[in-house]
């Protein structure tokens, strides 16, 4: 079991950051943490093998905390409905 601590983007919507409580944020890359953003913390949770969560894999988590210090949780896909929303708009006139 280990402790985590969960932070979340404060640049990109649904982007979260999972560490170890004991290390907090001193294992996250400087390049990352800049992209981040101010990383607001969400909540701490005991996290084991058999506890699920709800988008992404426990052990991948576990693994790239014992292997990189973190694991980023990026976004999830945005709907390809949304995207093609305005795919017939003129290419002139109001944008």
């Keep these: 079991m280990k402790i985590c601590s969960v932070f979340k983007s ?11 409580k004991r290390d907090q ?3 996250v890359p400087e390049a990352l943490l800049e992209l981040f953003g101010a990383a607001l913390h969400v909540m701490d ?7 699920e ?4 894999d426990t052990a991948k988590v576990l693994s790239e ?5 973190f694991f980023l949780q990026m976004p ?6 949304m995207l093609d ?3 017939d708009r003129p290419e002139t006139g109001v944008r």
Excluded: C, F, W
């Design 10 to 20: 404060s640049r990109k919507d649904e982007m979260y950051l999972y560490v170890d």
């Design 25 to 27: 944020l001193n294992r």
């Design 45 to 51: 949770m005991p996290l084991t093998e058999k506890r």
């Design 53 to 56: 969560l709800a988008r992404v």
């Design 65 to 69: 905390i014992d292997e990189k210090g």
């Design 76 to 81: 999830p896909p945005k709907d390809d409905y």
């Design 85 to 87: 929303l305005h795919q």
